[in-house]
């Protein structure tokens, strides 16, 4: 897949872990009884190995179901700890109009906490055993949204900054990222995107390929084929079709066949690591200069520049923080998700992908099993 610029503080990369370990794992961090100090930082703050473990069964408890795990990893618990500081203290600089809407969602939050905590045994058993009361529970949630409502200001102040000429640079890096294309394509998947399970080999998966575009190309029903055959769940009902579409939202090797191949015709099968695309081009319209550039792109490109601008930013004011963070010596665990995003760069138990990195703008599941470019381990 194409890689996303990563977003500090915005978003974890999802493992798949048993809730029942993830659960008991939590419960054995709430049977401490000494607090001690893990974190100091300016003025004073300080977190307490107790708070934190709190911390992390609220987010465990909001559905952040990868965190326990990241947490068991001693490198990654302190960039999580460092995390849980930047979010306290930059979501207080909010305005005072803000501060009031989060206090309107909170009130509604403690009612459905208290509610759930009445009805649901489980959640109830799950908030004893970490220790976790329902002003626990509000007061991270709180913090939460400070600092959503805090990021999100923060992102909109340095889109609006971003100039003219900054868009021409990031243009004339990739002018061919910006051709709009319709495309075809019909994707005999090597493993399920969901669960990695393999599906064919690449000698199944091109073989069966080679059959299909045979069967296209003999006057075959892309819609009857492609409901038959694709595993690509965002395009098989409609065709395979993704319809004027920014060519650098796709992987390396779909974005070039969709950026050459001659329109009109049906190409040799497209491997990428999801497997062997068919495809056929059915327009493309070639952006070659910054002036031709629609405003969806021209937005496009803003907010992929204000990302990095902020997420430099959120850096550097957690390094202005002074965070000094001292964990106890743990056995070194090893994560089994190589190569997967860093807890520091989420603050939320998100694991979503964003829909301007799939093929399509719609949020059609599964842009994994297709073409585009997701941000999942995101």
Not at 182 to 196: A, E, K, Q
Not at 212 to 236: C, H, P
Not at 250 to 263: D, G, L, R, Y
Request: hydrophobic content about 35%.
């Amino acid at each position: 897949m194409l890689q996303h610029r990563s977003m500090p503080y915005r978003r974890l990369a999802l493992l798949a872990l048993a809730a029942v370990m993830l659960v008991a794992l939590m419960s054995a961090c709430g049977k401490k009884e000494k607090e001690t100090v893990i974190a100091t930082y300016n003025n004073g703050g300080q977190v307490t190995d107790q708070d934190f473990e709190k911390y992390i069964a609220f987010q465990l408890l909001s559905g952040n179901n990868q965190i326990a795990m990241y947490a068991s990893i001693p490198q990654i618990k302190e960039q999580l700890v460092k995390q849980y500081i930047v979010t306290k203290v930059l979501g207080e600089q909010i305005s005072n109009e803000e501060k009031d809407k989060v206090k309107t969602e909170i009130k509604t939050f403690k009612e459905n906490v208290e509610k759930a905590r009445n009805t649901q045994p489980e959640l109830k058993t799950q908030m004893k055993e970490n220790n976790l009361t329902v002003d626990d529970m509000v007061n991270f949630y709180e913090e939460t949204l400070k600092f959503q409502s805090y990021y999100s200001a923060k992102g909109d102040e340095f889109k609006g900054k971003v100039t003219d000429e900054e868009i021409k640079a990031e243009f004339d890096k990739a002018p061919s990222d910006f051709n709009v294309v319709t495309v075809r394509h019909i994707l005999i998947g090597t493993s399920d995107p969901n669960t990695g399970e393999e599906l064919k080999t690449e000698e199944e998966a091109l073989k069966t390929a080679n059959e299909v575009k045979a069967k296209l190309e003999a006057g075959g029903d892309w819609n009857a084929l492609a409901k038959e055959y694709s595993t690509d769940t965002g395009s098989k009902d409609n065709g395979g079709l993704y319809e004027k579409q920014a060519a650098g939202g796709w992987v390396a090797e779909f974005k070039e066949a969709a950026n050459t191949q001659p329109i009109g015709e049906i190409g040799e099968p497209v491997k990428t690591q999801f497997g062997y695309h068919v495809m056929k081009v059915e327009s493309r319209e070639e952006v070659t200069s910054v002036d031709k550039l629609s405003e969806e792109s021209k937005d496009s490109i803003k907010m992929e520049l204000s990302s990095t601008k902020l997420n430099e930013f959120i850096v550097s004011e957690q390094d202005k923080l002074g965070i000094v963070v001292t964990l106890p010596q743990e056995p070194s665990a090893s994560p089994s998700a190589s190569g997967s995003e860093s807890p520091a760069e989420s603050p939320s138990a998100s694991g979503s992908e964003s829909p301007a990195e799939s093929p399509s703008a719609s949020g059609s599941e599964s842009p994994a099993a297709s073409p585009s470019a997701s941000a999942s381990a995101q």
